[in-house]
C-alpha cells in the first residue's frame, strides 16, 4: 500500500526513529510532523502532552496515514494507552510506540538484569518505563531524569566540557547502582552517545528505542499486509508546527540527514497551553 507511514515527535527527535524506518524500508513513504511550536514536551504536565500529541495524531490521520509512529518517550509515556483505543481500536490504524521496543531490547541485551534508563522528567516522572520493566520481569531498574540533555542537542552541541559535565552528574547516581545496560529513553539521547557512552564505561551497552521501534513498523506493515511494493518511490514530508525552516531544517539534517530538503509548515498543534512543570 502506498499511503506513507505517520511519524510524530514533539520536535525534531523523532527524526532519529524515522531515520531508522527508511533504512528497514526504504520503499515506504513518510510523513513526519514536529510539534515544534509546543516542543519541547518533557518538562510539560502530561494531560498537555495528551492533548498536543493527539491533535497532531489526528492531523497525520486526516493526511491519509496507513500507520502511526508515536516517536516521541514522553508522549509514549503519558498516552499510548489511549492512543492505541482512539487510532488503533476505533479507526483501524495500526501505532506503534518507543518505550516497549526498548524495554524489549534492554532486556535481551542485559546478562546481569540491572538496567538503568534516562529520559525527560516527563518520561521519567510518568513511570512508564520502570512499569514496562517490572512487566518484563526486570527488578533492577535505575531511572534518572536528564532534562539538559535535550537543550544540548537542540543547541547542536554534543561534545565539549560542558555535556560531560552533565553526563556525570545525572549519570553518576544511576552507575552507583551497576547497571550493565543503560536505555536511552529520549529521541534526542542517541546524538549524545558518544559523551554518554564516554562517562558510562565500556562495561554499559547503550540501548536506543529507534531500530526495534523500526522493526516494530516492519512487522505489523508485513503482517497486515501493508507493506508499499519493493519497487515504489517513496516520498518524504516533513512539517513542522512552527513556520520558521531554521532551525529545524539544520538540526533535521542533522539528526536524518539529507532527506530532510525542505519543511512544509502546518498549523497543526499550535495550541498553548498552560502547565509547564517547571
Ligand atoms: N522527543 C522527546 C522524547 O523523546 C524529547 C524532547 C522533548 O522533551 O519533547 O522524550
Do not use: W
Not at 525534531?12 to 515544534?36: C, K, N
Not at 552507575?175 to 564505561?201: F, M, N, R
Amino acid at each position: 500500500m502506498q499511503r506513507p507511514i505517520g511519524v510524530f515527535d514533539s520536535g525534531v527527535g523523532g527524526l532519529t526513529v524515522a531515520r531508522a524506518i527508511i533504512d528497514q524500508l526504504p520503499a515506504e513513504s513518510i510523513t513526519y510532523i514536529g510539534d515544534t511550536a509546543n516542543g519541547p514536551y518533557g518538562p510539560r504536565a502530561q494531560d498537555d502532552v495528551r492533548h498536543l500529541a493527539l491533535d497532531v495524531l489526528d492531523t497525520l490521520v486526516a493526511q491519509g496515514v496507513k500507520m502511526l509512529v508515536i516517536a516521541c518517550n514522553t508522549a509514549s509515556a503519558a498516552m499510548f494507552d489511549i492512543a492505541r483505543e482512539r487510532y488503533e481500536t476505533g479507526m483501524g490504524i495500526p501505532i506503534v510506540e518507543v518505550i516497549h521496543p526498548a524495554v524489549r531490547a534492554a532486556v535481551a541485551q542485559s546478562r546481569s538484569g540491572r538496567i538503568g534508563v534516562i529520559g525527560t522528567a516527563g518520561t521519567i516522572g510518568s513511570g512508564a518505563y520502570q512499569r514496562a520493566f517490572a512487566e518484563a520481569g526486570v527488578a533492577h531498574v535505575a531511572a534518572a531524569a536528564a532534562p539538559r540533555f535535550v537543550e544540548f542537542v537542540e543547541a547542536g552541541v554534543t561534545t565539549g566540557d560542558e555535556v560531560l559535565e552533565a553526563a556525570h552528574e545525572y549519570l553518576e547516581p544511576l552507575l552507583a547502582e551497576h547497571p550493565d545496560t543503560l536505555v536511552l529513553g529520549c529521541t534526542h539521547y542517541p546524538l549524545l552517545a558518544g559523551a554518554i557512552g564516554y562517562v558510562a564505561g565500556p562495561d554499559v551497552r547503550l540501548v536506543s528505542s529507534a531500530e526495534e521501534t523500526a522493526g516494530d513498523v516492519y512487522r505489523i506493515l508485513s503482517d497486515r499486509d501493508l507493506l508499499a511494493p519493493t519497487d515504489a518511490q517513496p516520498s518524504y514530508q516533513f512539517e513542522a508546527t512552527t513556520a520558521a525552516q531554521e532551525p529545524f531544517l539544520r538540526l533535521a539534517r542533522r539528526f536524518l540527514g539529507p532527506e530532510v530538503t525542505h519543511v512544509e509548515f502546518t498549523q497543526t498543534g499550535v495550541i498553548q497551553l498552560p502547565g509547564r512543570t517547571d
